[in-house]
């Protein structure tokens, strides 16, 4: 390959308002330009006869690890400070986000780029981890986001090694996991997720900012979460988070239908522990029209049976008709779950959020990550909500999904640094879709 086609030479006019420019080549391979080391007492000879015989040159042969190296246009450098509307912007955040070029990602992405998540004032960097196999891929998620020209995404990078992408992340999107293929047994999925999760926990407390916000997305969520907090001691439990705002969102719409009113009248609509078919999506505490559900929608009978089923089976269903599981609303989910974080829960409202359980106000057993009612004053915080009703009923469907995520827990226990790993696990609850 020529020289040529190595460096590319850009013109500016002007140039005085940029400071250095660095253009990059990205391929599905990275070129190295470094000399290769040789051997001890070898030598390299360049001659102009052909009959000379020439000491053999070593080449290194390895693959070139691949780096978390900015982007294309994103490798321009950039002053906030200079410009008249940016100058008033916040600090820059860097988000990292793993399965980035999954189908999920690639709705979430240009949510995050747009400024619909964090604001209009607030510049972000994409740190973006993807594997060996998906690398190309990546690069082509980062060049629909070259092409878009979202001011707010001031820059890019892609990589493969966790360590290097997640430096400084202040959010963690973690959505890349293994879906379960046919004849694998919950417990065998529980184990190759969760190393994946271990690892990038590891990853997470050796080079994240101290204070990063994590939202666990792969699935087993919950039990993912846990393991990734377990591996990650140097970053507070209470800042991870497993998605279950999707089941939330499933539930209002639910019992919108039912009573014949648009959404955004149903509210303080919990999902009660793991996500999975045991889940307890919550229509004692539920409100429409700020009027208590049960008050609305007196047919006992559909709430407890119909309702949540039609809430656990929405994915099958979907699937069934489209073909393709629910990525986009998935990523709405995030979206959701990320702005209810950073701005306040409107007043007598609340969220679900599955979250750590130590010292929780519901007799929920401690050490597990638990769906329940989270209030935010808009700081990335959260606390409790300790103004719920547990009825019988509510209280005997907490108890199974508990059970569940306990089984789960102790399948795990080799990843958690809690032992020997035993797998008691009760049926397969398994979420319609997620196979």
Known sequence: MALADLHTKIDLQNSSQLSSLSTRLSYNRRISLRPLPQPHNSRICCSVTSKEVQAPVTVNTEEPKKKPDCYGIFCLTYDLMAGEETKSWKKLINIAISGAAGMISNHLLFKLASGEVFGPDQPIALKLLGSERSFEALEGVAMELEDSLFPLLREVSIGIDAYEVFQD?????????????????RADLLDINGQIFAEQG??????????????????PCNTNALIC???????????????????????????????????????????WGNHSTTQVPDFLNAKINGIPVKEVIKDTKWLEEEFTEMVQKRGGVLIKKWGRSSAASTAVSVVDAIRSLVTPTPEGDWISSGVYTAGNPYGIAEDIVF?????????????????????DYLRSRIKMTEA?????KRCVAHLTGEGIAVCDLPGDTMLPGEM
């Not at 379960?180 to 047994?185: A, F, K």
């Not at 209470?238 to 009113?261: I, M, P, S, W, Y």
């Open 404 to 408: 569940e995520l306990l089984a789960e």
């Open 202 to 219: 590891k990853a997470l407390n050796a080079v994240a900012s101290r204070n990063v916000k994590v939202i666990v997305v792969g699935n």
């Open 169 to 185: 992340a202040d959010w963690a999107l973690l959505i890349g996991a293994k879906p379960r293929g046919p004849g694998m047994e």
């Open 371 to 391: 769906s329940m009612p989270c209030r935010s004053k808009g700081d990335g915080d959260y606390e409790l909500v300790k103004d719920v009703i547990i009825d």
């Open 229 to 271: 907090l377990k591996n990650a001691p140097d970053i507070p439990a209470k800042n991870f988070h497993a998605l279950t705002r999707l089941d939330e969102n499933r539930a209002k719409c639910q019992l919108a239908l039912k009573a014949g009113v648009f959404y955004d009248k149903v509210s303080n609509v919990t999902i």
